[in-house]
């Protein structure tokens, strides 16, 4: 038996899929829209047994129908393996952590508001704000929540209306799995591809509409006259990240540097240029090194001056038509859709009302509580009933983390990574917890730690290291382990903080921690390199003294 | 002794293969390259048969043979559609003349004009920078027929600017009608009747517009200035006295007043002179004043207010010496300028041509200072000021170490001063040649000049004009492969727009990749010139065509060239190269050619090849010269002068006898001109003289396949040489194939250029491309 607590739809955080044709209008596209995640509570109603299926590194616990959920599942597989037809995998997120998707029918919804949602109400009218909006909204009501290595989605299908071949994957998503990217994707890139793939359908084939260009007059008038006056900027500025952070969205420079980064990728991937090849290789280099003339000579055999010319050359074209792309053959699988063990519902439902905590504490610490009380009973149900799995005990931990009680999560992620658990967060918690224990058992905080002690907590770390998404904390953890050290940094430590470095340019805190290790170990030649490399990007004025008095410390005023 | 030279590789009549005697029958195109392609796969299976045992070998070649005959003909094919790219449609798109080239930015910088072409009409382009919306078309004039001819001459702008107020004045360049009548020519009882003559001869209409597209009128036109002169016999109405007006400018001070002159002329009817005259007209009423008068005859050039200040008298005497005169702010008294100051030579003579001297440019808002360029003392010519009160340098002084900033040309011309009229002053200097180059003396608009170079890598980027709060600037950039664009950049945006293009139908993915180059030559000099990339090489390494700049002084090679896109169209690594000698690049460079031009240009072509070899993958067994004019002549002594560097030569109009060059016509009573005797001075030494180092007379064997373009049906001492040369070859089994072209070729006409361009295609095929002729080091049997 299942109670319905919360009924909420939100398209604020992340919206998965959305339906490409207009949302059929249904019995609650008035309902209100409330920002909190659905709680899910065992309650008097029976209801139909939860699947279970796993496709595409995705773990599905749904409630609808089997076919739904078949049809769902195909599709989004059918779709992603489109994107990635589209745009190679590397320059998307990629994890080894199986993602969640919680689908769950309209029509079990509650008849009435929950007192939850009332209060949210009253809460809201208190705060004065907009307390309702329209639901009429085109897409599957669905909302994404996010861990530093993990994410979740929970969709409300409604199964009266549903046509899979009519659903498309969402704009935000791909945003996300651009932004998730490590290392991060240039800004240019991120906006050409986000940008491009909002105009695009995928099917049998990818077809991209006519570009929109500034706007519809500008795209308009240059498709009617294709020797219109059009603005594009510099190249120099537009490869320029400082730009592209500091230039307003809505300035005439902001406007046209995102509208050419579609023209760009637009350009680039019409096979009529022979440029995809070079592109994605020029598009991966730039994610390592500023683009300068000479890279995009090497890259494209031609330089910055003619890179604008061509766009402007082909930017009538854009406008004025549709692109049509070849994509690969999707694979032909059946999706196995089967009935969920109570052990994979209470880990993926627990696992998604974990995530809910953190969301709901940020938003609305009212109901924070309530959050946690839920995901732990969901979780400790199933551990009481007897399942060990290194998965559940993982969750467990991070819930613990989540709920502010460490010492409770540490027994369960010392014995999730005992099972070698696929989640580099668990190693990167437990190698925290491990640094704050020596740190606190040491009274005297100057002293430096033993190999012993170094051990324990870089160990982890290592088997983090092994694991995607790479985890800029974990970068940081070792840093600051080896920061206490006597003993020298092995070779394979070395190696990793440098490729924290690559990974997480922008991080300028883990730049100045590695750049200490550096200096602790005698090596002030490359902790001045890290720290230089680093200095562009600090924003702060406190970071930027402390990376002075660092500096400082490396360069010693010459003694008379 | 006797010297004979021999490539391997050139294979004797009776040892080309048969494809080429097939060639040169009348077999269709694509027939053709299918049989090459098929001998081609005979060689092709005797290589995967070498090897084997001979039985065993002609055991498989005929299985293998029909196989790859098919496999070759199939890549003919395809080798057939590459050169498609050839097609009219590529020729016309080509070789469609550009568009108008003028552009002016309003004070306020809200409005740009600029020349176009719509179908047979000149039109201007009014784009409001504010308000984005369909340029305003205003048309000035149609294209102008020619007299028996289907074609007709565009017309195009010779001003365009922007006067106070927003009002745009411009005038298309002069047109001349055919002068059908004179009243003499009348029968006197006609005139008597009171008959005009016929319409003026000259078509100068001066015309304006607001930028809103109101009040637009023509300000005055040929007939306002005519002046009427003697009344005919038993009182004839007089003929009217014809002259063009020119634009000079508008008046200092005056941006809503222009400043129009008329030059010297005679009556025809009396042989009165008629003084030259300014007048100033304003831009909105169409008011006309006479601010000026001179009956001196020569060439004038006026100052800001009107007032003549430089009198050009031509050359006159044994010496030809030009003769040129000044005066002084406010007076009407001509001085010699050779005599206004000790260490600026004014003088022109066939002796200093070449050499050191002094050209007057203008005067700027300082009317007392004479603005002149010099190279006495130097080796390039600088721009500097002389204070014609004083006879002192006015403190100006601008130099570039490595380029004329005029051209050699003796004509006073200060279209190379770049003056603010707002802030009346002298800002900048555009130098001479190509790639373009602005040397500004304002600091802002050299620091913008800066910060646009760094924004435009390989492209010239030139200021054109900008505002008056210099908020915004109209660009015109050129360079690489393309033709060149306009654009604005407004600085407070930060964005650049892109305003129109010289040739929109041609798309920088559609060209060949082009750059300027500069590399080391021979004694330590640095020459110049453009590399181009073939997009698709039919071999790599691919061939180097060297194309030399021509004329004498040669003219340095333009930054864009269609040939060339047509030439890289064919596979081939193409350098334009500026060879030692060109007009602007200083003295000493030309100082070489008295050592003879063919050895400097084959001193500099082995430089050439060097140095594109070090850079790029090219056959240095397969390099072509080519040419026009007297650098058609460069082309074929290069190859004959060292046959193993050279595959084959491509000249047009080639001086095969460059002595005509130094020397009058033999044949005829004429006498030596000005060029003539400076080209003399500098080309002629006692030990090598030219007429012994002429392609024929020279007595030189030329081994290389030669491919000549030339108006045949012209007579005179090229044709004759043409003829010349041809004949030898012939006599010497040398392929020489001599294409027969029309003035409509010179005219760049797409059709008539394809067609040449086709059978230069074939030629080189057949010459250049041939796989069956191994190439080989040149043999030197003494």
């Known amino acids: 038996m299942t109670r319905f607590i919360t009924r909420l739809v939100t398209g604020l955080i992340g919206v998965w899929l959305a339906v490409a044709a207009p949302a059929q209008p249904g019995p609650d596209d008035n309902a209100p829209l409330v920002e909190l995640p659905p709680l899910l509570v065992e309650g008097e109603r029976r209801l139909p047994p939860w699947l279970y299926a796993e496709a595409d590194g995705t773990e599905y616990l749904s409630r609808c129908t089997s076919s739904t959920t078949r049809g769902y599942i195909e599709r989004r597989v059918a779709q992603m393996h489109g994107i990635r037809s589209l745009i190679p995998p590397a320059f998307l997120l990629q994890t080894d952590v199986p993602a969640v998707t919680v689908l769950y029918s309209q029509s079990l919804r509650a008849q009435t508001q929950d007192e939850m949602v009332k209060e949210l109400m009253d809460l809201r009218r208190r705060r004065g704000g907009s307390l309702l909006r329209n639901s009429r909204v085109g897409s599957v009501p669905n909302l994404m929540l996010e861990d530093r290595d993990f994410f979740a989605v929970f969709a409300y299908i409604d199964e009266r209306n549903f046509r899979p071949e009519g659903m498309t994957v969402a704009v935000d998503y791909l945003d996300f799995l651009l932004e998730r990217r490590t290392p991060a994707l240039p800004a240019w890139l991120r906006a050409g591809l986000a940008g491009l793939y909002a105009q695009t359908r995928i099917d049998r084939r990818a077809t991209i509409d006519p570009l929109l260009w500034v706007s519809t007059a500008e795209s308009n008038a240059i498709s009617a006259n294709p020797d219109w006056p059009r603005t594009l900027v510099f190249a120099q500025d537009f490869f320029s990240p400082e730009v592209w952070r500091d230039e307003p969205i809505g300035s005439v420079r902001g406007r046209t540097l995102r509208a050419q980064s579609l023209l760009f990728v637009r350009w680039a991937l019409d096979p009529q240029h022979g440029a995809r090849e070079a592109f994605w290789r020029f598009a991966a280099a730039a994610g390592e090194r500023p683009v300068t003339e000479e890279m995009m000579d090497e890259y494209f055999g031609f330089g910055f001056s003619d890179w604008r010319e061509r766009l402007s050359d082909y930017l009538p074209e854009a406008v004025r038509a549709a692109l049509e792309l070849d994509l690969s053959s999707p694979p032909r699988r059946r999706v196995r859709v089967r009935e969920a063990t109570p052990a994979e519902v209470a880990r993926l439902q627990g696992e998604w009302e974990r995530l809910s905590i953190g969301f709901v504490r940020r938003r609305y610490p009212e109901f924070a509580d309530r959050y946690i009380e839920q995901a732990r009973a969901t979780l400790t149900k199933a551990w009481v009933g007897g399942d060990r799995s290194p998965p559940l005990a993982a969750t467990l931990g991070l819930c613990e983390i989540d709920a502010g009680n460490d010492a409770a999560a540490r027994p369960y992620l010392e014995q999730a990574v005992a099972g070698t658990v696929v989640r580099p967060r668990v190693y990167t918690e437990l190698a925290r917890l491990r640094l704050a224990e020596t740190e606190s058992r040491r009274t005297d905080s100057a002293g430096l730690w033993t190999p012993a002690e170094i051990a324990a907590v870089v160990e982890p770390l290592h088997q983090a290291f092994m694991q995607r998404p790479p985890l800029p904390d974990a970068y940081r953890l070792l840093a600051q382990t080896w920061a206490r050290s006597e003993q020298v940094p092995a070779d394979r430590d070395w190696q990793r903080l440098e490729e924290g470095l690559g990974l997480f340019p922008d991080d300028v805190r883990l730049a100045y921690e590695v750049a200490q290790v550096h200096h602790r170990h005698g090596r002030n030649a490359e902790a001045v390199a890290v720290l230089g490399r680093a200095f562009p990007r600090v924003r702060d004025d406190a970071t930027r003294r402390r990376y002075a008095e660092l500096y400082a410390l490396l360069n010693p005023p010459a003694t008379p | ?782």
């Open chain 2, 1 to 782: 002794m006797s010297l004979k030279i021999q490539n391997e590789d050139q294979c004797g009549p009776s040892e080309r293969p048969a494809c080429a005697s097939r060639h040169l029958s009348n077999a269709p195109e694509i027939g053709l390259r299918l049989q090459c392609a098929a001998d081609v796969s005979v060689v092709i299976v005797r290589w995967l048969c070498r090897g084997l045992p001979a039985g065993l070998a002609a055991l498989l070649s005929p299985m293998y043979l029909p196989l790859f005959r098919t496999a070759a003909a199939v890549s003919a094919v395809a080798a057939s559609l590459a050169a498609a790219e050839l097609s009219d449609q590529r020729m016309e798109v080509l070789f469609r003349p550009f568009l108008a080239d003028h552009m002016t930015m309003s004070h306020d910088g809200r409005y740009v004009a600029y020349g176009d072409h719509s179908g047979t009409d000149l039109t201007v382009k009014i784009v409001d920078l504010d308000q984005p919306g369909s340029p305003k078309t205003v048309i000035v004039q149609e294209d102008r027929v020619i007299l028996n001819s289907t074609e007709r001459q565009r017309a195009s702008l010779r001003f365009l600017r922007w006067a106070e107020g927003n009002r745009l004045v411009f005038a298309p360049t002069i047109y001349r009608l055919p002068q059908i009548m004179s009243s003499s020519s009348v029968h006197p009882d006609v005139r008597a009747l009171g008959f005009s003559p016929p319409p003026p001869p000259y078509v100068a209409p001066i015309m304006a517009i607001d930028a809103t597209g109101d009040n637009p009128v023509t300000l005055a036109d040929s007939d306002q200035f005519n002046e009427l002169g003697q009344e005919g016999v038993d009182g004839a109405p007089p003929d009217a006295v014809m002259r063009a007006n020119r634009i000079l400018g508008f008046a200092a001070g005056k941006r809503d007043t222009l400043l129009v002159a008329l030059p010297n002329a005679t009556d025809p009817v009396s042989g009165r002179a008629v003084p030259s005259g300014v007048f100033e007209l304003n831009v909105r009423s169409g008011a006309l004043l006479q601010v000026n008068e001179d009956s001196a005859r020569g060439a004038k050039h006026y100052d800001r207010w009107g007032q003549a200040r430089l009198l050009d008298e031509g050359t006159r005497g044994r010496r030809m010496e030009r003769s040129l005169l000044y005066s002084e702010t406010n007076s009407s008294r001509w001085r010699p300028l050779d005599t206004v100051s000790a260490d600026a030579d004014f003088s022109l003579t066939p002796a200093n041509y070449y050499g050191e001297r002094s050209v007057p440019l203008g005067i700027g808002y300082d009317r007392d200072v004479l603005l002149f360029a010099s190279n006495v003392g130097r080796d390039t010519f600088g721009i500097y000021g002389l204070d014609l009160r004083t006879r002192q340098r006015a403190g100006l002084t601008i130099e570039h170490p490595a380029r004329d900033l005029v051209s050699l040309e003796a004509s006073v011309d200060p279209s190379r001063l770049v003056f603010d009229d707002g802030r009346q002053a002298l800002v900048g200097i555009r130098a001479f040649g190509d790639p373009p180059l602005t040397i500004w003396l304002d600091p802002e608009l050299a620091e913008a000049q800066r910060a646009f170079d760094v924004q435009f890598p390989r492209r010239s980027v030139e200021i054109v004009e900008w505002n008056d709060d210099r908020t915004r600037f109209l660009l015109r950039v050129t360079g690489g492969a393309d033709p060149g664009r306009v654009y604005v950049f407004k600085r407070n945006e930060g964005v650049l727009t892109e305003l129109s293009r010289r040739a929109p139908w041609l798309t920088a993915a559609s060209l060949h990749d082009t750059r300027a180059v500069t590399f080391p030559g021979p004694d330590g000099t640095t020459l110049s010139g453009y590399l181009t990339r073939p997009r698709a090489p039919r071999v790599t390494p691919t061939p180097l065509v060297i194309v030399f700049a021509p004329g004498l002084p040669a003219e340095p090679h333009d930054e864009f060239d269609r040939e060339v896109q047509v030439l890289a169209d064919m596979g081939l690594t193409v350098l334009r190269l500026n060879q030692r000698g060109v007009n602007g690049r200083g003295r000493a460079q030309r100082e070489v050619l008295r050592r003879g031009p063919d050895a400097a240009a084959l001193a500099d072509t082995r430089a050439a090849i060097d140095w594109v070899a070090s850079i790029l993958p090219i056959e240095r067994k397969r390099v072509v010269t080519m040419g026009q004019g007297f650098a058609g002549y460069l082309a074929l002594r290069v190859a004959q002068l060292d046959p193993a560097l050279i595959r084959c030569v491509v000249a047009v109009e080639p001086e095969v006898e460059p002595a005509r060059l130094v020397r009058p016509a033999a044949d005829l009573d004429s006498q030596m001109t000005f060029s003539q005797e400076a080209n003399r001075l500098l080309l002629e030494t006692e030990d090598a003289p030219l007429h012994t180092r002429g392609v024929v007379s020279s007595g030189s064997p030329l081994y290389h396949p030669t491919f000549i373009i030339y108006r045949g049906y012209l007579a005179n001492e090229m044709t004759q040489g043409v003829a010349r040369l041809r004949g030898r070859q012939n006599r010497s089994d040398v392929p020489v194939e001599t294409i027969e072209v029309r003035q409509d070729y010179f005219n760049a006409m797409p059709k008539a250029r394809g067609k040449v361009y086709r059978e230069l295609q074939d030629f080189l095929n057949l010459n250049l491309y041939e796989y069956e002729v191994k190439l080989g080091t040149a043999k030197v049997d003494a």
